[in-house]
Every structure is written in C-alpha cells, then in structure tokens.
C-alpha cells in the first residue's frame, strides 16, 4: 500500500492565490521530500524536510512535516500558471534508506 | 550532462511478447531504481540497485527482471507482456542510499500492451 496519501487530489486557483497540499504517511520516517511532475514528464525533486525539522523554505514553497500526526504540508506562495503539475510527497522508513515510497499526487491547476 | 535517459519513449506490445527498458545515467550514480505510473496513481517501486553489483524487488517486481549492466546502465525487462503492464515507466538515480539525497528522474517510458 502506499506510505503517503495527498490531499486534496486535486485542486483549482487562480494565478497568484496560494496553494496548499496535504500529505499523510503511515510508518516513522527518516525523511519526506516533495517533488513535482508537469503532465507527460519525469519528477522534479522540490524540497527535502528531515525527520527532526518542523518548517523549511525555498523560495516561494513553505514545506512543515509534523511527526506526530504523521503528515506534511506543502505551501506554494503567489501561484503562477507555470506551477500547473502534480505534487507528490515520498517518504523512506526509518531503517529502509534505500528507496523512497510515493504518495498518490494532487493535481494543482493555476488558471489565468 | 544528459542526466537520465530512457530508451524508447513509446512502445507498444502484443500480449506475450518480450522487450528491455533502457536506463543510464551519467552523474556518476550508485543506485538506480524503475517505477511504474498508472493513470491517477503515484510511483509504484518495481526493482531497485542500491549499488553496481547488486539488485532488489521492489513492492510490484512480478513479471519483470532487471540487470545492472554497470554504475551507468540499468535496464528493466518484461519476458511476456500483459495488458496490466500497461503504464508509464520510470528510471531514477541517485548519489546512494542516504535517505537525504534526492532522486533524479528520466522522462519515461510509455509502454501499451495490447
């Protein structure tokens, strides 16, 4: 089964709204990452939130993992058109740093 | 730098019929990895090769096997094609197995069984 679960599984603003996606995950973790996939690409790593860090930025992406509610967020300030992708978080369990296991995605669509 | 690069892009396949997915990387990797996407769902680990010499199932490895031909190349091979193993696969990379690196992945591989 997959370790973590996004939500909403889709979502719609409008160019410069913020943009807010959940990620949830079963197991203790050493990590979460977030990547993102523009529609018939590969996946672009966005950001990486050790198991001991609460919040961390990179640019306009605000990402907070809460280890006792085992679950993540991640923020996308200002939206523009061009952050139109899906988002995945992806997680490796404590103890298993050898792979990462994804969750199922959230669709974002930044309209003009 | 090419990065990842997966040979073909598209393929289509009978039912019963053989063929190897094409993975390399040139940034001087260690492990290397193949997912499958299907439609509306997130990457599922097929196989993976922590390091050069060494290969590991992953959560769907039935009906595929692998070869990590050297540090750069690691295919993926379907000896009889099914219509489930219709999806879009993917080679990744990365530096090892520390869970802080990240990965970096090829464009994939669209593949249909009919």
């Known amino acids: 089964s997959q370790q973590g679960e996004e939500d909403p599984q889709a979502l719609s603003i409008q160019e410069g709204e913020n943009a807010t996606m959940n990620c949830s995950y079963k197991t203790s973790i050493n990590n979460l990452q977030w990547y993102r996939q523009n529609s018939g690409r590969g996946l672009v790593h966005l950001i990486l939130i050790r198991s001991n860090e609460r919040e961390k930025h990179s640019g306009r992406l605000r990402v907070t993992l809460d280890t006792s509610k085992k679950s993540s967020s991640l923020l996308i300030t200002a939206s523009r058109a061009a952050d139109t992708a899906s988002y995945f978080c992806a997680t490796d369990k404590t103890g298993t740093a050898s792979k990462l296991t994804f969750g199922t995605g959230t669709r974002l669509q930044v309209t003009l | 730098n090419a990065g990842v690069t997966q040979t073909p892009k598209f393929q289509v396949l009978k039912t019963g019929q053989s063929m190897t997915l094409q993975c390399a990387q040139d940034?001087?990797?260690?492990?290397m990895y193949w997912y499958r996407q299907d439609p509306g769902m997130g990457l599922r680990l097929i196989y993976y090769s922590a390091s050069e010499g060494t290969t590991d199932k992953g959560e769907v490895p039935n009906g595929y096997n692998v070869s990590r031909l050297n540090k750069r190349e690691f295919s993926l091979r379907l000896e009889s094609a099914a219509p489930s193993q219709t999806s879009v696969y993917f080679c990744a990379s990365r530096p090892g197995v520390a869970s802080t690196y990240e990965q970096y992945f090829g464009p994939g591989t669209r593949l249909t069984v009919t």
């Open positions: 940034m001087n990797h260690n492990s």
